[in-house]
């Protein structure tokens, strides 16, 4: 006896649900060409290449919300009598600091003088990177945070989780949009600002 074939029905159907299948597993996974090469731009010392990964002006627009809203936190809890006049103008200049640092010159800013990277297995296992990976989330269909733990010399600032953020822009594109800062990164931030 033959074994029986499936009905044109069955065929459908499976078709179906493996189109169905692979079209969620690539929606899944498509953040992440994105973000190695946001990652690259970074180990490869290409600041142009990180830069078409990042939306200043949405950037710039979040990072303002959590520094006025920490300031606010601040002030609520700020024991002197003239620390609520002072919140209004500590949140405009950090306002205007964060529009005259946070553009495309900003990642070249982080990565210094542009040099070839020729490093080799040996000498960046010599020195560890500043960050670690700690987690990958998604925040609705449209956005995904990469959470990295900070290793850096800066007590303040070591062992500090930071979410990086993308947000979808076309089918396969992700653009950084925004980060989440906790309030002691905030603050060393800020303190670093100042000096």
């Known amino acids: 006896m033959k074994p029986e074939s499936l009905s044109p029905w069955k065929k459908l159907l499976l078709l179906g649900g ?5 079209t969620l597993i690539l929606l899944l996974l498509s953040p992440l060409p994105s973000i190695y090469r946001f990652a690259e731009g970074f ?6 290449q990180i830069s078409d990964f990042v939306s200043y002006p949405a950037l710039r627009k979040n990072l303002k919300k959590q520094f006025s ?3 606010r936190r601040r002030s609520q809890t700020d024991r002197s009598s003239f620390g609520f006049l002072f919140h209004p103008l500590r949140g405009a200049i950090t306002s ?3 529009d005259r640092i946070v553009n495309p010159s900003l990642p070249g800013r982080i990565l210094g003088p542009q040099r070839h990277s020729t490093r ?15 987690g990958f989330s998604f925040k609705g269909q449209d956005q995904v945070c990469v959470s990295l733990r900070l290793r850096l010399a800066d007590p303040s600032m070591n062992g500090q989780v930071l979410g990086l953020v993308f947000s979808r822009r076309t089918l396969f594109k992700w653009v950084l949009t925004n980060t989440t800062l906790s309030d002691s990164m905030i603050h060393a931030i800020l303190k670093k600002a100042q000096n």
């Open 120 to 134: 080799s297995s040996h000498s960046s296992a010599s020195s560890p990177s500043p960050v670690r990976y700690a």
């Open 69 to 71: 809203a920490y300031e």
């Open 43 to 48: 180990i490869h010392n290409n600041p142009a």
């Open 96 to 98: 205007a600091v964060i």
């Open 18 to 22: 493996s189109i169905s299948l692979a």
